[in-house]
C-alpha cells in the first residue's frame, strides 16, 4: 500500500511520516529524488535521494520516475525501482508528495497497488508562520513563493480521498494511523 501525503510547503507532511514510522510496523519512507542541494539536516538517502541536474535529466531521458516534478526551480521524482521493491516487499510506504505528483501516481498505480491520499490543510497565515521558523530557514522569496502556491494545491484537494486539517500533530496522527489500519484491513478483505 502506498500512502500519499500532500499538503503546502510547512504543512508538517515530513514531521507526520516520521512519526508514523516510528509508531508503526511495516510503515517506510520512501524518498524522493531531488536536484536541490542539501541542507542542514538533510541526510543522503533518508531525506531524499541527492543528485545533480544533470544526474537527474538522464535519469528522465531513462525514464526511471512515474512522476517528476520542477518545484523551486529544483526537480523532485518518485523513482519507479524503489517504489517497486518497496511495494513488492510488502511494506506499507508512506511518501510527501505534491498535488501533481499524487494525481500522476494515483492514475499510474491505480491497477497495481492501493494508493491511499491524505492532505494536510493549514490556514495561510499559520503556514506563514510555520515556514518563518523552519529549521531551514526559506529566505523571504522563499516564503513568498511556497505561499503563492497555497491556492494551487488547496484548489486539488478534490483529487484526494482524506483531507485533515493539521493544527494538532498528536491528533493528526492518531487519525492516519487509524486511517492507514482501516484501509490495511480492507484491503486484506
Known amino acids: ?21 516510528e509508531r508503526m510496523e511495516k510503515v517506510e519512507s520512501l524518498p524522493s529524488f531531488t536536484s536541490r542541494p542539501m541542507r542542514e539536516g538533510d541526510i543522503e ?9 544533470e ?4 535519469m528522465i531521458e531513462n525514464q526511471e520516475f512515474y512522476e517528476y516534478d520542477i518545484h523551486h526551480n529544483q526537480y523532485y521524482g ?6 517497486n521493491d518497496k511495494i513488492k516487499s510488502g511494506k506499507i510506504i508512506v511518501k510527501d508528495i505534491d ?18 491520499t491524505i492532505f ?7 503556514l ?6 523552519r529549521v531551514d530557514k526559506p529566505s523571504p522569496q522563499e516564503v513568498i513563493l511556497r505561499l503563492n502556491r497555497f491556492d494551487y494545491e488547496e484548489s486539488k484537494i478534490n483529487l484526494y480521498d482524506y ?15 487509524t486511517i492507514i489500519e482501516n484501509e490495511q484491513k480492507m484491503e486484506e478483505e
Not at 500532500?6 to 516520521?18: E, L, M, N, P
Not at 506563514?128 to 521558523?133: I, P
Not at 483531507?163 to 494511523?177: A, G, P, S
Open 120 to 126: 494536510l490543510r493549514v490556514p495561510k497565515e499559520e
Open 45 to 53: 538517502g533518508q531525506t531524499y535521494n541527492f543528485v545533480s541536474r
Open 78 to 83: 518518485t523513482s519507479r525501482k524503489l517504489l
Open 163 to 177: 483531507v485533515l486539517k493539521n493544527d494538532d500533530l498528536e491528533k493528526t496522527v492518531q487519525i492516519i494511523k
Open 55 to 58: 544526474e537527474f535529466e538522464k
Open 128 to 133: 506563514k508562520k510555520r515556514l518563518e521558523v
Open 99 to 116: 498535488v501533481n505528483g499524487t494525481e500522476h501516481l494515483k492514475e499510474l498505480l491505480k491497477e497495481d497497488t492501493r494508493v491511499v
Open 1 to 21: 500500500m502506498l500512502v500519499i501525503l500532500s499538503g503546502v510547503a510547512g504543512a508538517g507532511k515530513d514531521t507526520i511520516k516520521k512519526e508514523l514510522i
